[in-house]
Each structure stands twice: as structure tokens, then as C-alpha cells.
């Protein structure tokens, strides 16, 4: 344990190297470059054997990659087009993980597709193209996740599935679908999916016939999750994890999501190896492959680690730090931790949230599931702006700020320093069961239906 006058000489120091160094744009530039990371591609394992130089660099510990498989994709063509009363061809973007299908029906548009508009026209739905606004009603209270609108989509028996995006921009987003879809699901843009509803408004008997083809491939591929550690002191049986994902979706070069989080999780472990010798935890730094179709580097990293996942006290995930905004450690299903953060905030002269929701979409859900105490990084405004260039083409170089970067990696290295320290810790794993109420209780349980639980 640091007593006042070392954390404050802790923190200048963190300080003083965080916000005179360009190493996280670095990162994030060099990551850019190689392409987008997706699983399969060859950026990915470019990006793998960068960081493993970088981690080296930085004096972390047991630097290595560790190999795993998984149903991966890669990226065919996908047309849709409209066949009658008028043919006219759209711009979409295959939904990854479908594979291959030519497919031809009546459209339906099911607005913006909620549990009781899924109920009430699950007749009209059945045999035809449905097509779906990502937009979620503010009047719900929740987000519907894609994966379960695609969900009730094919339980009302669809023959496909078309995403309409939410804002306008022409932009086309893209999003990981289920292994072994049953059947197509494509983007479109807001102003071409509107374009084709509106033609069914127009056809003499209000419908219009449309056409999806797609032709990708579905295969067994490798990937690698990306390691290094700080050795604790006093307690390094005990272990913090820190873990972003490194990939993008195969479309851009996902320089905000997430090669900025993957950046601010590997800057801020260089910022705490030079406090090496005053952090009683052991800090493990993590970069996971394959989130974007389905959090698969964390979920193979926690099967891999079955053993000493009893040692882990917390975890924290880093999906889009360093974009900026207001930020809040969001603790999942630990809210006994929210009284340890906001006393950090008050000690770090740093105001941030300290709330207890739970998220599934990114990888401090497999954490979470396992029972381990865990949390996510993120921006926390008081209105939410959807995912605005995530998703898209548009997630490139030109949004990312060198200077939020060092304000992120400084902010999470001088969090994880307290962590690191604090004694005694409130929070212990929990069992299956446990989780799984709290996320019912905080009307979690339509998404549980629709997403993969272990
Ligand atoms: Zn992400």
C-alpha cells in the first residue's frame, strides 16, 4: 500500500510520461495502417506479432500470444435488388457470419421492430424479406440489439433479413450475425432503405418483390489473444486484468473501435510498468482478437484460464476509450465496488460515474458471466448518439485525438495503480446462477434469449 505522499509522486510521474508521450497515437496509427484486423485477415496477424514487440518493449512479463480456433468469415459478394413492380438494384453490405443463399420475396418493413410490432405481425412476416429500422424507441428504456431483432425476425419465420441503419449519411453498417445463419441479413443505408420502402407505398398492390444474394465463407480459423503482465509486489497472487479488443470489422480500419481502446489498454500497461515494484497486484494486459463476431478472444482467453480465473479481483474492459466525452467505470453486476470508485475519483481529483449496469456487448461480458468482477470504460454523455461512425467505413485515422488518447491511457493507469493496491477488496466472483438473476432482474432477459450465453 502507497501511502499519500508516494501516490501523489505515483501520479505526477504517470502524469508527466502519459501527457508528453505520442506512443497511444502511435499505436492507433500504426494499427490503421495494416488494415482493418479482422479476424482471418492478414493485418490481424500483423497487428499480433506488432504488439507482441511493443508489450516486449514496454518490460511487461510473460509476453506471448496464445493460439485458439474458432468459426471465422470472410467476406463474399451480397447484392439486393428490387424485382418488381420495378427493378432497381441497392447497395448492401453482407452481415458477417451468413453464408450463402439467393433468396426472393415479398417485402415486409416491420418499422422499428420491438417485441409487440413482432407479435402483432408475425403473420405478415412469415415466407417474406423483412426490413428493420436499427433505430431503438427512446419510450422502451432499452436498446433492441440487432441480434435480437434478427432473432424474432427468424422465429416469425423471415426468409431474410435487411438492417436498416439508423442515421442518415448513405453510410452502410455492418455487425457480426449468428454462425451458421439460417438465413441472409444485409445492411442498407438509411436513405436507400428508406428509398425501398417507400416503392412498396408506390406499387399498385403495395408490394414490392426484392432478391438477396450473398456468397461468403464460413471456416475454422486461428487466432491469437495477446498477453503480457506486471508483476505485483506484496499481493501478486492476486490479478487485475486490463483488455480491449484490437480488431475492427473488416470494412474500415476501425481506428476508434477499437484499435484506440486496444492503444489506451497498452499504453496505460506501459505507464504502470514503470511503477513496477509499487502495485501490490499482479496487472495482466490483454488484446483479444474477434470481438466484432461474437467476443471470441475473451471467450476462449476465460476457457483457456479456467484455473486461475478464482486469483482474477477485477477486470477492466476498454471498448472506445479514447474518444473522448465524459467517462464512467460501469461495474455490471458489482455495484458493492461503486463506493471503491467514487473514492478513487475523489483521491484522483478526477470526476468520473461509478454505476452498476450490465452490458453484454462487449468483453467484459465473458468475464462477467464467469462471475469475476468486472466493469467496462465507457463514454458516458446524458444522450445517446447511437453508434455514429462505428460500424462504417467512416471509422478512420482522422477521428482519433492524440491528446484524448494520453488523457485516457493517464486517467486508466492512474485508476488501475489504486486497484492495484486497495485492500481490503469488496467484491468476490460470483457463482452462474447469481449473474444470471441480476441480469434478468435488470430486464436483461429478451436479450439473454437471443444472444450466445456461454
Ligand atoms: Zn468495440
Not at 514496454?58 to 463474399?76: D, L, M, P, S
Not at 399498385?204 to 450473398?214: F, L, N, S, T, Y
Not at 473514492?343 to 452490458?359: C, Q
Request: charged fraction near 25%; glycine fraction near 10%; aromatic fraction near 8%.
Amino acid at each position: 500500500m502507497l501511502d499519500a505522499k508516494e501516490m501523489t509522486a505515483l501520479d505526477r510521474d504517470i502524469l508527466a510520461h502519459g501527457l508528453l508521450s505520442d506512443e497511444a497515437y502511435t499505436l492507433v496509427e500504426a494499427m490503421s495502417d495494416m488494415g482493418s484486423r479482422f479476424g482471418g485477415t492478414a493485418s490481424e496477424r500483423e497487428a499480433v506479432d506488432y504488439m507482441l514487440g511493443k508489450m516486449t518493449e514496454y518490460g511487461f512479463e510473460n509476453v506471448r500470444k496464445e493460439e485458439f480456433t474458432y468459426t471465422g468469415w470472410i467476406r463474399g459478394a451480397a447484392s439486393l435488388q428490387a424485382t418488381q413492380p420495378v427493378k432497381q438494384d441497392f447497395n448492401v453490405l453482407g452481415l458477417p457470419h451468413c453464408g450463402s443463399y439467393s433468396v426472393e420475396g415479398e417485402l415486409y418493413y416491420i418499422g422499428l421492430g420491438t417485441p409487440a410490432e413482432w407479435e402483432a405481425h408475425a403473420d405478415e412476416v412469415k415466407g417474406k424479406i423483412v426490413i428493420v429500422d436499427a433505430k431503438s424507441p427512446l419510450w422502451l428504456r432499452r436498446g433492441i440489439h440487432r441480434l435480437e431483432k434478427y432473432g424474432r425476425a427468424l422465429e416469425a419465420g423471415a426468409i431474410g433479413f435487411i438492417w436498416m441503419r439508423d442515421q442518415g449519411g448513405f453510410l452502410v453498417e455492418t455487425g457480426g450475425m449468428r454462425v451458421g445463419s439460417p438465413i441472409p441479413a444485409v445492411g442498407i443505408s438509411r436513405e436507400e432503405g428508406m428509398a425501398l420502402i417507400r416503392l412498396a407505398k408506390q406499387a399498385p398492390d403495395g408490394k414490392v418483390r426484392v432478391k438477396i444474394e450473398m456468397e461468403n465463407t464460413v471456416k475454422e480459423l486461428p487466432s491469437w489473444n495477446v498477453m503480457g503482465d506486471i508483476p505485483g509486489t506484496t499481493m501478486d497472487d492476486r490479478m487485475l486484468v486490463i483488455g480491449a479488443h484490437f480488431d475492427s470489422h473488416d470494412i474500415a480500419p476501425g481506428s476508434m473501435d477499437d484499435a484506440s481502446g486496444a492503444a489506451v489498454t497498452m499504453e496505460a500497461g506501459r505507464l504502470l510498468a514503470q511503477q513496477r515494484g509499487k502495485l501490490a497486484r499482479t496487472t495482466r494486459i490483454i488484446c483479444f482478437p474477434v470481438e466484432e463476431i461474437g467476443l471470441l478472444g475473451s471467450r476462449n482467453y476465460l476457457r483457456m484460464h479456467k484455473s486461475e480465473l478464482d486469483s482474477v479481483d477485477f477486470m477492466l474492459n476498454l471498448d472506445g476509450a479514447g474518444r473522448g466525452g465524459e467517462k464512467g467505470v460501469i461495474l455490471q453486476a458489482w455495484p458493492e465496488l461503486i463506493p471503491v470508485f467514487k473514492s478513487i475519483s475523489e483521491n484522483m481529483k478526477w470526476p468520473f460515474v461509478s454505476d452498476a449496469v450490465f452490458g453484454m456487448h462487449s468483453d467484459m461480458f465473458p468475464f462477467s458471466l464467469e462471475g469475476i468482477p468486472s466493469a467496462n470504460l465507457q463514454t458516458v454523455e446524458s444522450v445517446s448518439t447511437g453508434r455514429n461512425w462505428g460500424h462504417t467505413i467512416c471509422d478512420t485515422l482522422d477521428k482519433v485525438s492524440a491528446h484524448t488518447l494520453r488523457l485516457d491511457s493517464t486517467f486508466v493507469a492512474r485508476l488501475m495503480a489504486r486497484v492495484a493496491n486497495w485492500q481490503p477488496w469488496p467484491a468476490q466472483r460470483k457463482g452462474r446462477d447469481e449473474i444470471e438473476t441480476i441480469m434478468r432482474e435488470s430486464g436483461l432477459a429478451p436479450e439473454m434469449r437471443y444472444a450466445k450465453m456461454d
